[in-house]
């Protein structure tokens, strides 16, 4: 019977990094459960959540492409705090599902870390009794501003909104077994801070 792998869960605001982190993980032989890809996937042209985004939402937030409209989508969420419970109680449950298959799929092939990329794991709820570890990578709200500012050409006020619907820092860190703290810290020390966490999880 094969050892079930180490789970980590991996989080941290927008722009805190946790996707680089994820990357040397990877590298250093984790496997990726990447649930906000996932979540992408099922909202995708195709995807499992269209026909009951449409129902519940009406046509006007699937693009004429056959997805969920993104953009559409975030600012009526954001706004609208039973609009966004509606919509994860469509799409949590289908991440939910994939996350499992794939971690299915890891264990079967002798992975000995499986890495959960969960953007929003302390505001689920959900995830920590699922979870060995939760590994939070944090940075300042000011840091976090500029690198979407600069990564995705959007206006601070928008990037504000983002962070003010996330946990706070305070809530993530709470919720951490491990920390990274990623301000102003030069990729090379990023990268052997999680080298030595990968040490410690066994890869």
């Known amino acids: 019977m094969r050892r079930p792998a180490l789970r980590i869960g991996l989080t941290g605001g927008i722009g805190s990094g946790k996707s680089t982190v994820a990357r040397t993980l990877v590298a250093r032989g984790a496997v990726l459960v990447d649930a906000d890809a996932i979540s992408r ?5 195709g995807g499992a959540a269209i026909q ?5 939402f009406g046509d006007q937030m699937i693009t004429a492409e056959g997805a969920m409209d993104r953009d559409r989508m975030r600012q009526l969420a954001f706004g609208d705090p039973s609009a966004r419970r509606r919509l994860e109680s469509i799409v949590h449950p289908l991440v939910s599902r994939e996350t499992l298959r794939q971690y299915g799929q890891a264990v079967d092939a002798g992975s000995a ?31 976090q501003v500029s690198r979407v500012m600069a990564r995705n050409g959007w206006p601070r006020e928008a990037v504000e909104k983002i962070i003010a619907g996330q946990a706070s820092r305070a809530q993530r860190l ?3 077994d491990l920390c990274l703290h990623n301000d102003g810290l030069p990729l090379e020390a990023l990268d052997a801070e999680v080298w030595q966490l990968a040490a410690r999880f066994g890869l």
């Open 113 to 143: 870390c499986v890495v959960f990329d969960v953007p929003l794991l302390v505001e689920s709820g959900r995830w920590r009794q699922q979870l060995d570890r939760v590994l939070v990578v944090d940075c300042s709200e000011a840091t």
């Open 52 to 56: 009951e985004i449409a129902a519940q």
């Open 41 to 45: 996937a099922v909202t995708a042209a």
């Open 174 to 176: 709470s919720a951490a």
